[in-house]
């Protein structure tokens, strides 16, 4: 099966600039996770989506981070506007169900300067 | 703090030695996952461990399950350069929570 496609691969802004990202998670994979990884961390959780549902949004900075998951399948996570300790690796994961381990993207890595 | 703590943070060793990295916590967690990350890719899924006392192995690799559900460790036989890498544990609480990430262990295998 495909795995977990996300864009881009790499992002380079400003300070105070807006970025997004795209994650298209594995075809009925109904559960769908955003991870922040800084240099040399484990991923922190940002948002669990079920379906198009928000599950856990409770890590994610809603004064500047943002996401959607429209119709269940492909989601976006935006930030605005974004600062220098944004610089991290955003990892896509996704889930089939209960149970069973989570398929990551390659991630998109994020410098902001 | 992190929920999960992973020892070592580095661990550099020549091919064929072997090693055990370790997973703690004070929490239970109702399953534990271990991934292996290289270098500009996701965590890729090695093992899922659900049972207390649980052992389980993948060729060289030993992944044990504390009997008390809090920690884990990971054993590998005979290292080799391909097992280079960022280790990590990962827990959830229950069946249908996210998972919570350990540091990471990052191990260098020399040939």
């Known amino acids: 099966e495909a795995g977990v496609a996300q864009s881009p691969r790499y992002k380079i802004i400003e300070k105070r600039q807006s970025v997004a990202f795209w994650c298209n998670p594995i075809?009925?994979?109904?559960?769908l996770y955003w991870y922040q990884q800084i240099l040399g961390q484990g991923p922190k959780l940002l948002i669990q989506?079920?379906?198009?549902?928000?599950?856990?949004d409770s890590q994610l900075p809603k004064d500047r981070f943002s996401a959607e998951r429209l119709k269940g399948v492909d989601s976006t996570l935006k930030i605005q506007p974004a600062k220098l300790e944004d610089s991290a690796v955003y990892l896509c994961?996704?889930?089939?169900?209960?149970?069973?381990?989570?398929?990551f993207g390659s991630g998109t890595r994020l410098t902001v300067v | 703090t992190q929920l999960l703590e992973q020892s070592p943070q580095f661990l550099s060793i020549q091919e064929g030695e072997n090693l055990t990295v370790y997973c703690n916590s004070s929490?239970?967690?109702?399953?534990l996952q271990w991934y292996r990350q290289e270098p500009g890719e996701g965590p890729v899924l090695l093992v899922t461990?659900?049972?207390?006392?649980e052992v389980k192995k993948l060729k060289r690799l030993t992944f044990q399950f504390g009997d008390a559900r809090k920690d884990s460790s990971l054993h590998i036989t005979a290292a080799q350069p391909g097992d280079t890498g960022l280790y990590l544990c990962?827990?959830?609480?229950?069946?249908?929570?996210?998972?919570?990430f350990g540091g990471g262990t990052r191990l260098m295998v020399k040939p």
């Open positions: 994961a996704s889930r089939r169900d209960r149970g069973y381990g989570y398929t």
């Open positions: 075809s009925g994979h109904a559960t």
């Open positions: 989506f079920q379906n198009n549902g928000v599950v856990d």
């Open positions: 929490s239970v967690f109702s399953s």
């Open positions: 461990v659900v049972t207390g006392g």
């Open positions: 990962a827990g959830a609480r229950n069946a249908g929570n996210m998972l919570t």
